[in-house]
C-alpha cells in the first residue's frame, strides 16, 4: 500500500488512541504527510516512531484557540479524520450545562 498517498497532508485529531492511532499509523503507511493531534504526549510518542518519519505530532486540545489556530496555518490539506471526541456515559437529564458545554465543544464546535 506504500505511495498512494505520496505528496499527501493529512490531520488526524484524537489519534492517539484506538481508531485515530490507527487512522494515522494507515496513513502514513500508504505514504502521506500525517499530522497527528492528541493530548498525552506519552500516546503520540509511540506513534510517531512507528510512524516511519512520516508523522508529526502535536500535543493539545482540538478546543484550544491557539491549537485551532495552528491547524488553520497548514496549507494544502488534503485529508481530515476528525476523531477527536468524547461522551459523558449518564441519562441526559443528569447531565450539567457546564459538561454539556465541554461536550459540544469538543464534539461539535471543534469540528
Known amino acids: 500500500m506504500s505511495g498512494l498517498l505520496d505528496g499527501r497532508l493529512a490531520l488526524v485529531t484524537g489519534a492517539g488512541r484506538g ?8 496513513l502514513a503507511e500508504a505514504g502521506a504527510s500525517v499530522v497527528a493531534i492528541a ?6 510518542d ?7 518519519g512520516r508523522i508529526e505530532t502535536w500535543i493539545g486540545d482540538v478546543t484550544d484557540d491557539d491549537l485551532l489556530a495552528r491547524i488553520g496555518s497548514l496549507s494544502a490539506l488534503d ?17 450539567d450545562i457546564d459538561s454539556l458545554d465541554a461536550i459540544l465543544d469538543l464534539n461539535v464546535r471543534a469540528a
Request: aromatic share 6%.
Open 19 to 26: 481508531i485515530g492511532y490507527a487512522c494515522a499509523a494507515a
Open 39 to 44: 493530548r498525552s504526549a506519552d500516546d503520540l
Open 46 to 52: 509511540v506513534l510517531a516512531e512507528a510512524g516511519g
Open 79 to 95: 485529508i481530515l479524520i476528525n476523531n477527536a471526541g468524547a461522551n459523558r456515559p449518564q441519562p441526559f437529564v443528569d447531565v
